[in-house]
C-alpha cells in the first residue's frame, strides 16, 4: 500500500469513528463518475466506486463538482426520508426497494458531528455521523447514528 493509500485509509477509519469533524467522507459509484481511477488517487478505491475524505469546504467543492448539486442542499433533501446507509458509506437500502426499479447507492455525502453532552437523544450518547444518499432510483434517504459502534442499522 502507498503512502497516499495508507493516508486515505487511516482518515477513512478516523472520520468513521467521529474523530474528524471537520471533514467530510463522500462516496461516488463508478456508474456516476468520469475516471474513477483519477479520483482513487486521492481516495480509496471499491469495488464499484470511490471514497474521498476531505477537509470540510474542500470535500463540499469536490462533492459539487462531482453530482452538480449543492451538498448541504442534497442534505436537505434526503433528510427529508430515513433510509438506511451502510456503515462504511458505500452502500445502503432504498426505501422505494422492491419496486422493479434498479437500486444502488450512486454517491454518499457524510459528515461528523462532535458529542454534545447537554444535548439529548444520539448527540448525547457520542459523535454523529450523519449519512445522505442518492439511489440509482432517483430516491434519496438519510440515516444517523454513533460514530464507531459497528452496525448502525444500515
Known amino acids: 500500500m502507498s503512502d497516499d493509500a495508507s493516508a486515505a485509509e487511516a482518515r477513512y477509519a478516523a472520520f468513521r469513528r467521529g474523530e474528524r469533524v471537520d471533514d467530510v467522507c ?8 468520469g475516471n474513477v481511477e483519477a479520483l482513487s488517487e486521492m481516495g480509496i478505491r471499491t469495488d464499484d466506486g470511490v471514497l474521498l475524505v476531505m477537509p470540510g469546504e474542500e470535500g463540499r467543492a469536490a462533492f459539487q463538482r462531482a453530482t452538480s448539486l449543492d451538498p448541504m442542499d442534497f ?4 433528510m427529508d426520508t430515513d433510509g438506511e446507509i451502510d ?3 458505500t452502500g445502503g437500502n432504498c426505501p422505494d426497494a422492491g419496486d422493479g426499479a434498479d437500486h444502488y447507492v450512486k454517491f454518499v455525502f457524510a459528515f461528523a458531528e462532535a458529542h454534545h453532552p447537554e444535548m439529548e437523544g444520539l448527540y448525547a450518547e457520542g459523535d454523529v455521523i450523519h449519512g445522505y444518499a442518492a439511489c440509482a432510483c432517483g430516491k434519496t434517504y438519510s440515516e444517523k447514528w454513533i460514530a464507531g459502534e459497528g452496525e448502525n442499522g444500515g
Open 26 to 33: 463522500i462516496y461516488l459509484h463508478e456508474e456516476g463518475v
Open 75 to 78: 442534505a436537505g433533501m434526503a
Open 87 to 89: 456503515e462504511d458509506l
